[in-house]
Nanobody, 125 residues
Framework: VQLQASGGGHVQAGESLRLSCAASGITLEYYAIGWFRQAPGKEREWVSCINGRSGTTAYADSVKGRFTISKDNAKNTVDLQMNSLKPEDAAVYYC???????????????????WGQGTLVTVSS
């Protein structure tokens, strides 16, 4: 199983980016997929997740209303559309997969079994 996160880059505050998490060796639609981020000197934090079976989505308060998570079963990808980016959104973003989700919404990083390599997002003010 491999997860590949892509789509990071540098933007100005207020602009948008779309991150994508592509999977190989596993079908994403059956599991929980989460996005996390880690800024320099800070702990990794949960950003959003989607339950592959139910389609239920959830967001951290800090990104609610600005970020949208979605899945494309045909492409076997989960995307994170990030709008109205702020300097505090700058971080390395990771996608992760929980192969045995015990909850509809999975926010605990320790419950995720597989992680992508991360993609860097920088936002200037």
């Amino acid at each position: 199983v491999q997860l590949q996160a892509s789509g990071g880059g540098h933007v100005q505050a207020g602009e948008s980016l779309r991150l994508s998490c592509a999977a190989s060796g596993i079908t994403l639609e059956y599991y929980a997929i989460g996005w996390f981020r880690q800024a320099p000197g800070k702990e990794r934090e949960w950003v959003s997740c989607i339950n592959g079976r139910s389609g239920t989505t959830a967001y951290a308060d800090s990104v609610k209303g600005r970020f949208t998570i979605s899945k494309d079963n045909a492409k076997n990808t989960v995307d994170l559309q990030m709008n109205s980016l702020k300097p505090e959104d700058a971080a390395v973003y990771y996608c992760a997969l929980d192969r045995h989700p015990t909850k509809v919404v999975v926010t605990d990083a320790t419950e995720y079994n597989y992680w992508g390599q991360g993609t860097l997002v920088t936002v200037s003010s």
